[in-house]
């Protein structure tokens, strides 16, 4: 089994930061892709942010300059610094990792995180 575990979240006043994180544990041989999406009320859930195994980054356009994608492999944890926040910025954030079991299987699994819930209000 594998767990992800969001923490971070919380109520920031426009203009302010938040930095997620998210940290993957149990029957882990590797991870690929990792990201981020978000899902605010009435709205469908929309990615954020994703990182690949070797650093590459891709961001939606809504929060590019604004959002920092990072990961530390010897951790399996994967942040997201979000700066400049916005109202509408607000939602429940939801990681994601692409998770290989074991050595004897070569098929990545997506996980997701229960979610982290962001609220940019003055």
């Known amino acids: 089994q594998v767990q992800l575990v969001e923490s971070g979240g919380g109520l920031v006043q426009p203009g302010g930061s938040l930095r997620l994180s998210c940290a993957a544990s149990?029957?882990?041989?590797?991870?690929?892709?990792m990201g981020w999406y978000r899902q605010a009320p009435g709205k469908e859930r929309e990615l954020v942010a994703t990182i690949t195994s070797n650093g590459r980054t891709d961001y939606a356009d809504s929060v590019k300059g604004r959002f920092t994608i990072s990961r530390d492999n010897a951790k399996s944890t994967e942040y997201l610094q979000m700066n400049s926040l916005k109202p509408e910025d607000s939602a429940v954030y939801y990681c994601n990792a692409d998770v290989r079991m074991s050595a004897r299987s070569t098929a990545y699994l997506r996980h997701w995180g229960q979610g982290t819930l962001v609220t940019v209000s003055s």
């Open positions: 149990g029957t882990i041989f590797s991870i690929n892709t």
